[in-house]
């Protein structure tokens, strides 16, 4: 088992994939095809398309706040792979390319980040929450999903997505008391980019990994290389077994960094050095995993630049639909607070109609 | 005298106060080394120390608790809640032990702690950071709460506040942040809790209001006075304990009352203004207390909050019925 391999309080963590992606622990990497490896790298390479794109559009004031995810899509798109259908995702709101290997579409995001409530109107079929920006506060969620499938005597597992930031504040550690106490199916993924904000990892806590945090909940904890994608992967994938088997929650550190912003409306040159990113750029996600699959002979540059391209069009094409149809409709505000409109409502918003149709005239 | 905007006004009273009293302490999440992401902490880290001002975890109970236990124990502290819609977590804290300690001790420990929060939407945020908590703080006895409109007022509050013996909480319109600046004197003065101000003197009807509003609100006065009607204006800039003597003998001279405010309507603060007006002028009133609001539904995601929040027509076309009622 990895995670008695692996232990966060002696500090190891697991690599499979080097920065150069060079496989350097054959022995545990992942049992994926060529071409599952290929389309999660492609995924990886969407993602990486829209944030350009978003960061783009809202340069040029067509999108609102975004949140990108640069440097995270091994992270992101490795730990949602190993999930099926009726899996659920709970997500916290930066995790792009897990959304999208869920089958989140691309349009529904960019709705969301363009500020429509439909962003988060997902089909029936899409077993995700939406975006919760209260940090941490969706792990208790997460857990009662996986309370559900538990006592339906349904095997679906659930995987809940949180920050380091995260990982301070008290849902955290009630998520995974909980989560412990009742042997709950629920992998908890933290995505440990470095900051929260401008708040670095070491003034989050004293300990030393955030896996170990797993260490009080008497759950098995693992910290992972989060720019690895067979390290992710292998991580998760033996978590969501054991949750499948009935053998309860573990806690996963996804070690990464966020390579951009906070959002649009951070600025990281005021609390970060250029030293630190340049370190992180060698050890980008995207480059080790293309270094991998070209040295296979799985790829070549030529279809990378070739793809990347056709992704970062792909994505703007999708944002110029949602800028054509994403206006909300009024009626949409005053509709969805409860099952059926009270009257005072009803009477709020006639009110509004008659008072824009006024100035109409 | 400098020409300040309201966070470079928060920025320079904190400092101020910082210099002239060693028990103030700040800190919250982002507030040291960036110095807040609005930048309202910026440079009193370096300046104090990373004692005096400094970053938290993320937690806005603990960063609430903390300040309660620094506070019984001597300190000054102003936390700064990062947003008001992320003040949840710290509810517990707020109203089971901020709001009572005086009361339950009978005096013994008393809590001269500040929360700052940036208050309010209007600047195309995103989800729940666009908040009006001035009912869910308002209806806790023990709770002090200040909105001011302008960086003169802010600088003079937010002193009086620091200062008070009890907790006061501290609500910075975000959408008024940076809209416009002011001369903010360098010198030391306070402006009391618990007392409005007429920005606009008129008979036509009382409007009260706070915040980024009495900006949308007296534009549109003005409005209204190109036709006629003249409309008296108050400053609310307390919340609780709020100013009910000036509420009342306004009243009482123009007949008529409207409250404008971001929150919702139900339950919202403007009930409890009516409610006032009702019990101490009622026999002057000439036409039905009247709530300009938002509706009662959940704040819309950017693309649509403008629908929520009011803008000066609006405001006009409400006062209008209530001064033709
Ligand atoms: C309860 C709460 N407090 C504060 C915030 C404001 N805020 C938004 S993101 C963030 C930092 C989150 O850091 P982390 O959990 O590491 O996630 P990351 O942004 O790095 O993905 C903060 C403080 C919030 N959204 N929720
Ligand atoms: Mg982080």
Redesign the interface.
Known sequence: MLTKRFDPLKGEMLQIMDAEGRIVAPELKPDLSDERVLELYKVMLLTRAADTKALQLQRQGRM??YAPNTGQEAAQVGSAAVLRETDWLVPAFRELGAWLVKGVSLEHIYL?W????W?SHFPENVRMLP?S???ASQLNHALGLAMASKLKGEDDVTIGYVGD??T????FSEALNFAGVFSAPVVFFIQNNQY????KRA???KASTLAQKAVAAGIPGIQVDGNDLFAVYAAVEEAVNRARAGEGPTLIEAYTYRLGAH?T??DPT??REDDEVLVWQARDPIKRTKEYLIAQGLWSAEQDEAQVAEYEAYALEVFRKVEET???Q?ED??KY?YRDMPE??KE??QE?VQ?LEG?VK | MALMNLVSTVNHTLDHEMARDERVVVFGEDVGVEGGVFRATVGLQKKYGPDRCFDTPLAEGAIVGMAVGMAINGLRPVAEIQFSGFMYPAYNQIVSHVARMRNRTRGRLTLPLVIRMPHGGGIKALEHHSESLESILGHIPGLKIVVPSTPYDAKGLLLSAIRDDDPVFFLEPSKIYRAFRQEVPEEDYTIPIGKAKIVREGEAVTVVTWGAYVHDVMKAAEQLAAEGIDAEVIDLRTIAPFDRAAIVESVKKTGRFVVVHEAMKTFGPGAELIALVNEKAFLYLEAPPTRLTGFDITIPLPRGEHHYFLDADRIAAGIRDVVNF
């Open positions: 609102l706040t969301y363009y500020g429509n409530e962003g975006i920006i209260p940090i930031g995260g301070s504040i008290g849902d929260a904000i401008s708040v003034v989050q806590t959002t409306s951070d005021k609390y994403g206006e909300p009024l505000f005053f607070t005072h409502l709020q918003y509004y008072y100035k």
